[in-house]
């Protein structure tokens, strides 16, 4: 599934863009992307997620959590993606 993402540090933005992700056993892979150029790809335990906040915003949905110290931000605009990221994740966390 693709997403737009951001990625925050204490003090700046380090990643903004579109990523693919996936959920597989307890993690959640997301590769980032530009254009056709693969960037990279981050692997993160489900156990290791803290502060998951689910919101409305703007039309969508933003999710968001904390995992080693940098707070990732999905806003999830695709027909149906919200509703499948939120279920998946918020069950993968909370379990």
């Known amino acids: 599934m693709f997403s737009y993402i951001q990625i925050l540090d204490k003090n700046a933005s380090i990643f903004k863009g579109y990523v693919d992700y996936e ?11 530009r254009g056709a150029k693969t960037l990279h790809r981050i692997k993160i335990p489900l156990d290791e997620i803290t502060d998951l906040f689910i919101n409305g915003y703007y039309g969508s949905e933003e999710i968001s959590f904390i995992y080693q110290s940098q707070k990732y931000r999905f806003f999830n605009t695709g027909y149906g993606e919200s509703s499948y990221f939120k279920n998946r994740i918020s069950k993968m966390v909370t379990a």
């Not at 959920?23 to 992307?33: E, H, K, R």
């Open 23 to 33: 959920f597989s056993d307890d993690a959640l892979s997301i590769t980032m992307i």
